[in-house]
Nanobody, 121 residues
């Protein structure tokens, strides 16, 4: 069984910062890309940031220059440092990861349960 568990969400004022963490655990042979998505009420889930196994990063235009994604490959963890937060960043943030459980299997995408981030104006 594979689990992704997020932490670090909460309530913050506009202009503030939060750091999200996500830990992948369980039967893991290797992890490929890891990332963060978010879903605001009434909206579709969208990519926030993603980091490949080689360290290449992708960011949504709306968070470039404010958010930074990083990972600790040895610990199977991914982080999202969020600075200069805006009310429009309010959403449930989900961690995901492409994980191989067995040496003979393909990578499968797993999702965390989500953590709420609320930015007040």
């Amino acid at each position: 069984q594979v689990q992704l568990v997020e932490s670090g969400g909460g309530l913050v004022q506009a202009g503030g910062s939060l750091r999200l963490s996500c830990a992948a655990s369980g039967s893991i042979i290797s992890t490929n890309a890891m990332g963060w998505y978010r879903q605001a009420p009434g909206k579709q889930r969208e990519l926030v940031a993603r980091v490949t196994n080689r360290g290449s990063t992708t960011y949504a235009d709306s968070v470039k220059g404010r958010f930074t994604i990083s990972r600790d490959k040895a610990k199977n963890m991914v982080y999202l440092q969020m600075n200069s937060l805006k009310p429009e960043d309010t959403a449930v943030y989900y961690c995901n990861a492409d994980i191989r459980k067995y040496w003979y299997s393909d990578y499968t995408t797993y999702w965390g349960q989500g953590t709420q981030v609320t930015v007040s104006s």
